[in-house]
């Protein structure tokens, strides 16, 4: 079940064509016991990702970012990816991406800034189109921005492409635009747990909480204290000891979330979007006083908004731009300090199905934020689908771990025969730096520890301790083997 408010204009909310501004959560029932899985929010258009993998679209399709050419004030089906099981999806300004559980990534709308990954710089793809060029990778995670995008592989590489006027495909100083995905190398052999894009910036957060931005960063949404603009990935030491989980980004303002549910905001705080009662820009990340005594388990940014999650209350809080309704608090103009959405179900929504009292309370699964509109997805006690906590990494969207559990399952199937690709795949992931650092990353330690002595460790000793990657990866290699008897 799904709850929407905000802008409507071009008919994004999937409730009915343009019309005024929806000031307060509305219910909107197109995917009532249809099994929505997923909302991805662009600009002024939304999709809708359903659990047998279909995708369905609504609202401007100016670019052909629906992928159809139906009318945009409902959800319709993307008829073009129906022969795809799509796991995740995502949107810019004006396109769309959609990753199927094959890995492969398709394209479509808006491509003039060469945000389509295509090879081409044509200004309108109404067609979802494969993008050849990612092929040979698994992609687990896939990310918009404005105006380009980032793809995460399971084997660990980092691929952007599309427009890099501010540096935001973080490829070097004065590197193009470009057509097709490229490989950002000077993050390889790092493991990363998430990437996330804003409207001219990017992150990638690694698996020990390393944060690292580039881009755009005139407000400062960066966070290294200055208003430069970064051409390559940058480490953000300030946010190092605040053990951050999870990243979203506005169009200039970024939000991080902590282990322990503190929230974290930095850049253009123009429109109160930052929640520090106040519109001053933050060039550092600063914590959100108001929500310091709750533990906040889910993050979004719209354009000049932020939602905030509360699950010990089942409030969702909102600060910001106001002006199409997207704070969805029932007021009117922008609101600098965070304060509840209001809803007919306030008071029955909670952060938890255990937190259910009757069959008339629910359960809030997801929040999602667009350009000035947003999505909560929730459900009953009847259904089966728990809550997300943007805290715990999504297995299923990290890179691949080498170990027992993950040999095991290659045996198997190079054993069975009947996946023609699974030999490309485990000479991709035995390869990958990444791989083989995230396989042997756990808990900190912090004195340096040489190679010669790390077989005697235990075998989750962390081993970031070395300074130098390459020493790392070798002694990797060579414990693993050493405590599986492979030598």
């Known amino acids: 079940m799904m709850l929407c408010w905000g802008s409507t204009v071009e008919g994004q909310l999937g409730i009915g064509g343009a019309g005024d501004p929806v000031y307060e959560p509305r219910s909107c029932q197109a995917f009532n016991g249809r099994g929505l ?29 629906l992928g159809h050419d139906k009318p945009g004030d409902s959800p319709e089906l993307v008829v073009a990816l129906d022969t795809q099981k799509i ?19 398709f394209a479509w709308g808006a491509g003039g800034g060469g945000q389509l990954g295509l090879g081409t710089a044509e200004e309108t793809v109404p067609i979802p189109r494969l993008i050849k060029k990612l092929c040979e990778h698994r992609i ?11 793809a995460l592989s399971k084997d660990g590489q980092l691929f952007t492409w599309g427009q890099n006027l501010s540096g935001q495909l973080g490829l070097g100083k004065g590197e193009p635009s470009t ?4 490989p950002l190398k ?22 020990s909480g390393a944060v690292f931005g580039w881009g755009k960063n005139s407000a400062g949404q960066l966070g290294l204290n200055d208003k430069q603009d970064r051409s390559v990935p940058c480490h953000i030491k300030f946010l190092r000891s605040q053990k951050v989980v999870y990243i979203s980004c506005g169009d200039e303002h970024t939000a991080a979330l902590t282990k322990d549910g503190g929230l974290f905001t930095f850049g253009d705080g123009s429109r109160g979007q930052l929640g520090h009662d106040s519109t001053n820009n933050e060039p550092l990340p600063r914590q959100v006083q108001e929500l310091m005594g709750s533990e906040v388990s889910q993050i979004a940014c719209g354009r000049h908004h932020t939602l905030a999650f509360v699950p010990s209350s089942g409030l969702v809080y909102a600060f910001g731009c106001n002006t199409n309704g997207q704070l969805g608090t029932g007021t009117r103009g922008d609101i600098k300090s965070p304060l509840p959405v209001k809803s007919s179900l306030t008071g029955r929504l909670t952060g938890s199905p255990r937190h259910m009292s009757g069959p008339d309370h629910y359960a809030i699964t997801k929040i999602n934020c667009g350009g000035d509109h947003n999505f909560l997805l929730y459900s009953d006690e ?16 990290s890179i691949s771990l080498i170990n027992d559990a993950s040999l095991n399952t290659w045996r198997m199937k190079l054993l069975d025969n009947t996946d023609s690709t699974i030999t490309n795949d485990v000479i991709l992931l035995l390869s990958s730096t990444a791989c083989w650092n995230a ?12 190679c010669s002595e790390l077989t005697q ?18 002694c990797s290699i060579h414990q693993w083997f050493y405590t599986n008897s492979w030598i």
């Open 37 to 65: 899985k997923e909302v991805a929010c662009g600009g002024r258009h939304s999709l809708f990702l359903l659990r047998d993998g279909r995708v369905y679209t609504c609202g401007s399709n100016r670019c052909g970012q």
């Open 87 to 105: 796991g995740v999806v995502s949107c810019g300004q004006a396109h769309s991406m959609a990753l199927n559980e094959q890995g492969q990534v």
């Open 140 to 150: 687990s995670q896939i990310m918009c921005g404005n105006k380009h995008c980032i």
């Open 179 to 182: 057509l097709s995905p490229q």
């Open 186 to 207: 000077s993050l390889s052999g790092i493991p990363l747990a998430q990437i996330t894009a804003g409207g001219d910036h990017s992150f990638a957060l690694s698996l």
């Open 382 to 397: 009847k259904s089966s689908t728990p809550p997300e906590d943007f805290r715990v990494t999504n297995i299923s969207r």
């Open 439 to 450: 396989s042997f990353l756990d808990e900190r330690s912090s004195s340096s520890i040489p």
């Open 457 to 474: 460790l235990p075998r989750a000793q962390k081993l970031e301790t070395l300074s130098n990657p390459e020493e790392r990866v070798v």
